[in-house]
T-cell receptor
Framework: EPEVTQTPSHQVTQMGQEVILRCVPI?????FYWYRQILGQKVEFLVS????????KSEIFDDQFSVERPDGSNFTLKIRSTKLEDSAMYFC??????????????FGPGTRLTVL | AQSVAQPEDQVNVAEGNPLTVKCTYS??????LFWYVQYPNRGLQFLLK??????LVKGSYGFEAEFNKSQTSFHLKKPSALVSDSALYFC????????????FGAGTRLAVHP
């Protein structure tokens, strides 16, 4: 069964450093997302991406964040200068089609980011 | 603004008994509703969804959920719980016609005891 994969599973970085979290969505999916879950808190939407551009982003997704689909398979989330409060589990997700169809999103296993 | 409430942090059930995990929502228009399950060190796994049609939807692993528009609820149910059902369950809502952003509830930890 196809699945969303994410690397690395755990990333430790120093405050102020740049990190890139990687995701490989399901191959025939057209919509891609990033969510995060701070320990003990809700899963929060960060950004959605379609047709090589951001379709929606949350207030959390400020100028420190960027997303990219550098090739036909990878989808990345970059944090330019990490802060302590960026420590969280980051989930990538993908869905097959248009928003109006109510397609479910398939989530990866997550990358745990620890900022020291 | 869209929101989802899961009023119980934890639900404890004996194996073989029916289980219910509660979810209420607030959204303008007709919502799209989803249930996901998270096992330790795993991502969110899709269980079931309500888009339109029959208020009772069936999903994976014997789970079902009932959409109740008047009570703005979408409770997750299973007739007979298994110990392996023990996990964290998330309800999520999306506004139709817009983008795909999911709004999640805080999650309910289900503990099924032998």
């Amino acid at each position: 069964e196809p699945e969303v994969t994410q690397t690395p599973s755990h990333q430790v970085t120093q405050m102020g450093q740049e990190v890139i979290l990687r995701c490989v969505p399901i191959s025939n999916h057209l919509y891609f997302y990033w969510y995060r879950q701070i320990l003990g808190q809700k899963v929060e939407f960060l950004v959605s991406f379609y047709n090589n551009e951001i379709s929606e982003k949350s207030e959390i997704f400020d100028d420190q964040f960027s997303v990219e689909r550098p090739d036909g398979s990878n989808f990345t989330l970059k944090i330019r200068s990490t802060k302590l409060e960026d420590s969280a589990m980051y989930f990538c997700a993908s869905s097959i089609g248009l928003a109006g169809r109510g397609d479910e999103q398939f989530f990866g296993p997550g990358t745990r980011l620890t900022v020291l | 603004a869209q929101s989802v409430a899961q009023p119980e942090d934890q639900v404890n059930v004996a194996e073989g008994n029916p289980l219910t995990v509660k979810c209420t929502y607030s959204v303008s228009g007709n919502p799209y509703l989803f249930w996901y399950v998270q096992y330790p060190n795993r991502g969110l796994q899709f269980l079931l969804k309500y888009i339109t049609g029959d208020n009772l939807v069936k999903g994976s692993y014997g789970f079902e959920a009932e959409f109740n528009k008047s009570q703005t609820s979408f409770h997750l149910k299973k007739p007979s719980a298994l110990v392996s059902d023990s996990a964290l369950y998330f309800c999520a809502v999306r506004e139709p016609g817009g983008y795909n952003k999911l709004i999640f509830g805080a999650g309910t930890r289900l503990a099924v005891h032998p």
